[in-house]
């Protein structure tokens, strides 16, 4: 909430799209959609090889203006959900719009796949007149060797919606009304996720191990229904991509949606397996500033130094804004409009979905950004970062709805890179060398997180998928991801049992699976931005810009060769590498 350029925690506002479900606006939206479909399904017999240019860029405008209208939908109903999981009204709005938008979907479908069959020859043609529309209509061709016929693909959409659709708002509704109970202070305190997280970063390494054994205590208790969830919604992505589709394996689906080749995910994760020593010596760095023989997996996110410094609501946006603003005052303009607008919230409440997120509905709309704001420094740098990826939106929105989004691993360019000004400039304001330090320590902490951490789901992932096709139990599955632990933190740090639940925890392998490894794929390519930030200053900004207003416009490793960074390489990646090993050598040398 704004006043006077005074900011307070509040929950956001929706008015941009609905009042609220009460609002006879959205019956109207919803006969408009209807009225707009049946109007689509009348081009059926216009879709032939030599339709004109100009008619054809007037079917996908028409199908653009329908997904428009569908997605003001599908955001109030989603971010109602996320303010309030346990809003009945949310979660029918949901139900209520994914069955509509599965049949929309069903009566419109023979667009693309009248599109995906055309001859090259009058698809050039017709890609010569479309414009902003070129990449996304490219990436629809590229889907071709894996689309079913017409009845089958109808099947599929309308399966969805009572089958993965159903199952990740099942997790996610039974993980949100989770409480955790742990004694802080002589006091038994009843904590969401989100609070209780914060207590992982205390400087008491009792209360750090008994957050995390209640963590794992309360999703362990579940973890037979919740790995029964995961186990099909595994099932359901191979049936459909490997088993119908034919995609070569599970991630390679996730790859193809990017537009990034196997063999270059194949590389990052390799890499990073060929680096595991980097953060390992960042470990045993921190167990000797700890005081500690070794790290217990509790310790990992500790502070080094005593300090609890606490930021302010206000405090927290005025840093953001400085730091965006010392890059480009563009920047700090952007994200001044989130909070102008009440796009965001900030509160932390029981029921309210943990984390932080980003959300961009339309071009034309300011980004919703929700927070669970605590006052630790840690939750200054997820502003920033989910502010970071506002800012990209909006940096985008002059493309059209469907290549206004750069791809997953390209989306988390704006964000880290938003964190890494932050850092330098708290690291230039802090005065007290203990916090100082604190800050590089944290640094390399969000760096393990974002990178490494991704890395070894993504890789539990690949195993994971492939031991469910061997119909591998929650126990088995349980044990393989304590084994994969096990292997990303080597003999550096000891892993307590309790762990093995870790991964019936993380909701990105539920709700979109292979997604993490975009975390480490946007973290190290933002090292190597930001090392090119440093050396060429005023001269980097406009590469920068160029691959941040490009959106999902043209082909991610097309992009960031225009910059001169060639992702196809283990050198490419192992530069991100050698960042991090500056870093732990700066460290080292304190």
Known sequence: MKEDNHYTQSPWSLNDLFSGFDDPAIDETYRQLESMVTEIEKFRDELTPSITAER??????????????????????????????????????????????????????????????????????????????RYWLEQIRNFKPFTLSEPEEKIINIKNVTGNSAMNML???????????????????????????????????????????????????????????????????????VNLRGFRSPISVRNQINDL????????????????????????????????????????????????????????????????????PKFAALAKRVFDQQHVDSEVRKGKMGGAFCSTLL??????????????????????????????????????MFTQHAC?????????????TLTDLLLERETDPAVQQDLLFRQLDDAFATILRQVYFALFEREAHEMIA??????ELSEA????????????????????????????????????????FGQLLVFSLYKLYQEQGEAFKPKYLRILSAGGSIAPIALLAEAGLDVTKPEFWQGGYDVIDSMVRRLENL
């Open 171 to 241: 997790y996610d509704s039974i993980t949100n009304r989770y409480t955790f109970h742990v004694t802080v202070e002589g006091e038994e305190k009843e904590l969401t996720r989100g609070e209780l997280m914060t207590l992982v970063h205390s400087d008491d390494p009792d209360l750090r191990a008994r957050a995390y054994q209640e963590l794992y205590r309360v999703y362990g208790n579940d973890a037979p229904i919740l790995g029964q969830i995961y186990q099909n919604l595994v099932r359901d992505w191979r049936n459909e991509n």
């Open 481 to 520: 991801y304590l084994a994969n632990l096990k292997e990303e933190f080597g003999d550096a740090v000891e892993v307590s049992d309790e762990f093995k639940y870790e991964w019936v925890s993380i909701p990105h392998i539920y709700g979109t699976p292979f997604y993490v490894y975009a975390y480490a």
């Open 261 to 328: 080749p196997d063999a270059v995910i194949d590389t990052l994760l390799q890499v990073s397996r060929e680096n595991l020593g980097l953060f390992h010596r960042y470990f045993r760095l921190k167990a000797q500033k700890l005081g500690v023989e070794k790290l217990r997996r509790y310790d990992v996110y500790a502070p080094v130094s005593s300090s609890d410094k606490r930021f302010t609501f206000q405090e927290g946006v005025d840093l953001t804004f400085e730091a965006f603003e010392r890059f480009d």
């Open 56 to 133: 054809f860029m007037e079917i996908i405008h028409a199908e653009e203006a329908v997904n428009r209208l569908a997605n003001r939908l599908y955001g109030f109903a989603e971010l109602s959900f996320a303010a309030d999981t346990q809003n009945q009204k949310a979660q029918i709005a949901i139900a209520r719009i994914q069955q509509f938008a599965a049949e929309m979907e069903n009566r419109t479908m023979f667009i693309s796949l009248w599109w995906k069959a055309l001859d090259d020859e009058n698809a050039a043609r017709l890609l010569q007149a479309s414009g902003d529309y």
């Open 470 to 475: 061997k119909d591998a139990s929650v126990d």
């Open 363 to 400: 071009p034309e709309l300011t980004p919703w950004v929700l927070l669970n704001y605590q006052g630790k420094a840690s939750d200054v740098s997820t502003m920033s970062h989910e502010l970071g990826h506002a800012v990209h939106s909006m940096m985008a929105e002059d493309h059209t």
């Open 408 to 420: 997953l691993p390209l989306a988390e360019t704006a964000s880290t890179f938003g964190e890494m």
